[in-house]
């Protein structure tokens, strides 16, 4: 065979999924781990999801609802904004394919930051684009430098609010400001997987800046079942954008790209007010434990406005990590992110963020960082 792979293809490095918890566990001769490296929810799946679930499958041998008619009318009545500006998704990251695709020609330029999305820069690449990568700063967008950047060949501009992995968010202040300085042929993507955790206290209305347009850059905002809802599995998201730019990403997606199961899981998990206020109560109580916790272990917790936390080790991190593995607890080493000496740890359930301190407590005296 002789496949002739294009450049902009055979440059692309797959994105680096993590095994499966039985894999490893099977590799290091372990058992009853617990995983806190992927951001999910630790509390499960909404109830009501789980139920409407059960009643969907046995309408499963017909197609599902290409419009997601009753799910962006659920949307859209949650959110009191027009049916029109609500784009489905296969995960908010099919959102963020739709935009490439619809916008980016070969040649044509795209802003993101590091660290951030990988996936944001490989949609880019399929398509022939141009990735202008700006490092964080303090461990925050660098809002000055991306608007150094933007040229007459800009067509989008990826801003991950709240951040992963440092779990920063943007005062509004300095992001309205950015937004007011761009040209209006630029769209500015903020993807806002985590943006139910972020506080009351720093939280602003995102929702409008999609209408403050006049004169400016476009505004799409990215969100999640993922999360707080806690149906990563069933891959359900959606974008909120001008009708315009809406209409332009219908004409790039597939028919029936969202299942009917995810459709209906998502419209009842919207519903369960009661499951979506314990995951947050639960996640803040768990992360001041945490944070608490691994400070008295002598590490360095930074502030958060995520479902997790980096964590300074001040050791090795994939060394920490492998210690850690060792001990049934699963997280994420920063190093390939350039931080080498930190860790990612999603808030777990009380049980979990118990053991997962007990066992940073051994491996940091193994490692011999404290």
Same mark, same amino acid.
């Given at each position: ?73 659920? %949307? ?11 784009? %489905? ?13 619809? &916008? ?51 067509? %989008?501009? &990826? ?11 943007l005062p509004y202040g300095r992001l309205e400001s950015f937004l007011n300085g761009l040209a209006d042929h630029v769209i500015v993507v %903020? ?117 997790? &936390? ?28 350039? &931080? ?31």
């Amino acid at each position: 065979m002789n496949v002739q792979v294009p450049k902009n293809i055979s440059a692309i490095t797959p994105y680096p999924p993590g095994k499966p918890i039985e894999e490893l566990e099977r590799e290091y001769g372990i058992s009853g781990s617990i995983k806190l490296a992927s951001n999910e929810n630790p509390f499960g799946p909404s109830p009501a999801a789980v139920e409407a679930i059960r009643a969907t499958l046995a309408g499963l041998h017909r197609y599902p609802d290409g419009s997601g008619y009753y799910l962006t009318q659920a %949307l859209a009545d949650h959110l009191s904004i027009a049916p029109g500006r609500i784009v %489905l998704g296969n995960g908010s990251n099919e959102i963020i394919e739709f935009l490439v695709k619809a &916008f980016v020609c070969e040649g044509d330029e795209v802003i993101t930051s590091h660290p951030s999305f990988l996936m944001y820069q490989k949609f880019v690449q399929v398509r022939g684009g141009v990735n202008h990568v700006v490092e964080l700063r303090d461990m925050i967008h660098d809002l000055e430098s991306i608007t150094r950047l933007v040229s007459e060949r800009t067509r %989008l501009i &990826f801003l991950d609010n709240p951040n992963n992995p440092t779990a920063t968010f943007l005062p509004y202040g300095r992001l309205e400001s950015f937004l007011n300085g761009l040209a209006d042929h630029v769209i500015v993507v %903020l993807d806002e997987a985590y943006i139910d955790f972020v506080d009351e206290s720093v939280r602003y209305d995102t929702m409008a800046l999609i209408d403050d347009v006049a004169g400016r850059c476009g505004v799409v905002l990215l969100r999640t079942f993922s999360k707080a809802y806690g149906l990563a599995g069933l891959r359900i998201g959606y974008g909120l954008m001008e009708e315009q730019i809406a209409v332009c990403l219908h004409k790039v997606r597939q028919p029936f790209n969202v299942n009917l199961i995810a459709q209906e899981a998502a419209r009842a998990a919207l519903k369960d007010s009661d499951f979506y206020a314990k995951t947050l109560r639960l996640t803040a109580e768990g992360k001041e434990y945490l944070s608490r916790e691994v400070e008295k272990l002598g590490c360095i917790s930074y502030p958060s406005q995520t479902n997790f &936390f980096l964590i300074d080790v001040k050791g090795d991190a994939t060394a920490l990590y492998e210690a850690m593995l060792k001990k049934g607890v699963i997280i994420r080493s920063m190093k390939a992110y350039g &931080f080498d000496t930190f860790i990612r740890v999603n808030i777990g359930t009380s049980e979990e963020n118990g053991r997962f301190v007990r066992a940073l407590g051994e491996a940091l005296q193994e490692c011999g960082y404290v």
